[in-house]
């Protein structure tokens, strides 16, 4: 393809360039494409985007909390006929309305084999009950300590924002019972096959 | 062979050697040939993707599953827009680059034929691929036609059939665009300088820049995602520390200049036709080719509008924001230069200014619901709904395939030698700008309530525009046979076309007999 007349082997050659030229830069495009991807992981690294094992503190906050108000709550433990040492941890706290709050409760069997109970709540004033709601509660269900074990339970708890103004204190009183034939026959085995009461 | 600058009896002892039959068209590195089979092809594939568009909107036409099932809308909707912006609309322009081009810079043929005879036959194999992946097992690719991870990761030899198409047709682009770079930049007929090149040829010059600076992004993203499934590289699979939404980047870097790859040439044909049937010179020639380039340039720098809600931050949204709004002036200074162009013209209505103005007008609707689409909050609740859909097929279809069929109209005449029917011609203009509106406007309300896209079904609520949808489409699909008549009849015959068949248009492409012999300007035109 070499035609010298009219200057046809400049043209060629300076067409030649050209097409070099532009494959270079096709090439370095799809290198460029490649690049993008340490280039996007540097760039989140450095503006902290994207990050995977970042704590996320974008959990709802909870705007129903009424800072304005205080409530003394009192936690209560009793037993029925149960050879358990039953107590708060906390022997009382001052709440606001709306936050939310967890407490324990520590339980242990002194006895040499293994007692189903349930733990019943109970409010005073009884009143206050339909404000106080517990998200978290071990009388949610029937508790079978094994002999001797100690266990801590949580209580998750809110006292509602609309809880009438004359109420300051409101005391939080457990007494558990126990769950006869809950775990007579088969110890070790969780408290679900137990009759209830 | 055809590029040899030599005398005309040089040139007739190559056509005593041509082979007849099949062979010519295979073998052939006639500018004008390859331009015809570029368009011939682009054609054949707007009926197939077109076909597939019916099978969506036939779905579409009621509530409920009908006539496909779901897998099989899902290809559908993947295989149309693969085959409508790689096999469609792409080449449809790269044909016209291959016909006018060198035809308007007083060239004798590309700078590179037997080159861009490659880069044409690429394109069958190309669409074979794509379209027999329906028959094998798992059938075509199902991801839509972005090719998002993780589906792409996951699907079956389809999805591998989809990924060689891609290389290929971006091989075929890529080849067609260095061509024309060259062509445009050395081969120029003496006098003429770049600021005195038809504007067609610079929307072309910043096309084909475009093309080669992004199809090999495209080339490296759909790689990765061939590595991802068969070599075990992870760069999308967030089981082995990948991150798909590092594709979505990849992608859309390639997928927003692309849009304007599209565009851009659409914008050049309707520079060419608008001042011909205005019967003066385009407005701001200047500042056309300065909004032209800002448009390619801005073009890099948006990307991200795409995806709003993979959850970037504050700041990401406002930048990618403020930046693609601004894309949205250099558009309005082309749009103006329009209407400037025609203000106080004689204006004559034949098919390509028809076409045109189709295109002005529809072309502005879909910039403006894009600029809609492009606030961050606004997106977030149309993101991938039929508002979407409504506004990029105002773009593509009423933007490229309006000014394609402008263009058409207007260069049918130097191809054929003969006129078109004109009464068909205004036919298909009536019909295809109705039928389009009746097609397209109501999925923005449908969008608006609330209907995703990509889905074969839908609530009861989106009835009724959905069946004016499906009737609208299939009324422009079947008017899109009204072209094919058109052009089988201006090949075969019709009233003699002159050199010059429209008094208004300018360009040394008149300057040449209709039909345009096979070689022309084998000795450079003096350019005034």
């Known amino acids: 393809m070499t035609h010298p007349e009219q200057g046809g082997t400049v043209s060629e050659r300076r067409n030649r360039s050209t097409l070099v030229r532009l494959i270079v830069s096709a090439f370095l495009m799809f290198g460029f494409g490649y690049a993008l991807v340490p280039f996007y992981e540097k760039l989140c690294q450095v503006l902290d985007v994207n990050n995977l094992n970042k704590q996320d503190n974008s959990l709802p906050l909870n705007t129903q909390v009424d800072r304005s108000r205080s409530v003394t709550v009192e936690f209560d433990a009793n037993l029925h006929k149960l050879p358990w040492n039953f107590k708060p941890v906390t022997g009382s706290m001052v709440v606001h309305p709306g936050e939310v709050v967890t407490i324990e409760y520590e339980v242990s069997n002194t006895r040499q084999n293994a007692v189903t109970g349930q733990a019943i709540p109970s409010y005073t004033p009884s009143a206050a009950m339909q404000y106080f709601q517990k998200m978290e509660c071990f009388c949610f269900k029937q508790q079978t300590l094994s002999a001797g074990e100690v266990r801590r339970m949580p209580v998750a708890f809110l006292v509602s924002p609309s809880l009438p103004k004359d109420i300051n204190t409101i005391t939080l009183s457990y007494t558990f019972f126990e769950v006869p034939g809950a775990t007579a026959s088969v110890p070790a085995r969780d408290a679900s096959t137990g009759a209830g009461g | ?528």
Request: hydrophobic share 55%.
């Open chain 2, 1 to 528: 062979m055809a590029a040899i600058p030599g005398g005309a009896d040089h040139a007739h002892d190559h056509d005593h050697h041509q082979p007849s039959g099949i062979m010519r068209w295979v073998t052939t590195t006639n500018h004008k040939d390859i331009g015809s089979m570029y368009l011939w092809f682009s054609f054949a594939m707007f009926l197939v993707g077109g076909v597939m568009a019916l099978v969506i909107r036939a779905e579409l036409f009621q509530p409920g599953l009908q006539v496909v099932d779901p897998d099989r809308f899902n290809q559908m909707t993947t295989l149309h827009g693969l085959i409508m912006v790689f096999g469609a609309i792409m080449p449809a322009f790269v044909g016209f680059a291959n016909w006018m081009i060198p035809l308007m810079i007083g060239a004798s043929d590309m700078a590179f034929a037997r080159m861009n005879n490659w880069s044409f036959w690429l394109l069958p194999p190309a669409a074979i691929l794509l379209t027999s992946s329906l028959l094998v097992p798992g059938g075509a690719a199902a991801s839509g036609w972005t090719l998002y991870p993780p589906l792409t990761v996951q699907m079956g030899i389809g999805m591998d059939m989809a990924i060689f198409a891609v290389h290929i047709l971006g091989i075929s682009s890529i080849m067609g665009s260095i061509n024309i770079v060259t062509t445009l930049l050395n081969m120029r007929a003496p006098g003429m300088t770049l600021m005195k090149m038809p504007l067609f040829c610079w929307t072309w010059l910043i096309t084909a820049y475009l093309v080669i600076a992004v199809m090999p992004v495209l080339a490296g993203a759909v790689t990765m995602i061939l590595t991802d499934r068969h070599f075990g590289t992870s760069f999308f699979n967030a089981a082995g520390g990948g991150d798909p939404v590092l594709y979505q980047h990849i992608f859309w870097f390639f997928g927003h200049p692309e849009v304007y790859i599209i565009a851009i040439p659409a914008f050049g044909v309707v520079s060419q036709v608008i001042p011909a049937f205005s019967r003066k010179p385009l407005f701001g020639y200047a500042s056309m080719v300065y909004a032209t380039s800002s448009i390619a340039i801005l073009s890099f720098i948006v990307w991200a509008h795409h995806m709003y809600t993979v959850g970037m931050p504050v700041a990401g949204q406002l930048y990618f924001m403020f930046a693609t709004m601004l894309i949205a002036i250099p558009t309005g200074v082309k749009v103006f230069n329009w209407v400037a162009t025609m203000w106080r013209g004689s204006l004559s209505f034949e098919t390509p200014m028809l076409f045109s103005i189709g295109f002005l007008f529809l072309f502005t609707l879909g910039g403006f619901s894009g600029l809609v689409l492009s606030m961050t909050a606004v997106d977030i609740q149309l993101h991938d709904s039929y508002y979407v859909v409504a506004h990029f097929h105002y773009v593509m279809v009423a933007g490229a395939l309006f000014s394609a069929y402008a263009g058409a109209y207007y260069w049918l005449p130097k191809w054929t030698g003969h006129m078109y029917d004109e009464k068909l011609g205004k036919l298909h203009f009536w019909l295809s700008i109705v039928f389009f509106n009746m097609t397209f406007f109501v999925q923005h309300f449908l969008g608006l309530a609330g209907m995703p896209r990509r889905i074969p079904d839908y609530s009861l609520q989106f009835a009724e525009f959905n069946m004016i949808s499906s009737i609208g489409a299939f009324g422009f699909g079947l008017s899109q046979l009204v072209f094919l008549v058109v052009v089988l009849k201006c090949i075969k015959g019709g009233e003699k076309a002159s050199a010059k068949p429209w008094d208004g248009a300018e360009g040394l492409e008149w300057t040449v007999p209709s039909p345009a012999p096979h070689h022309t300007f084998e000795t450079p035109p003096v350019f005034k």
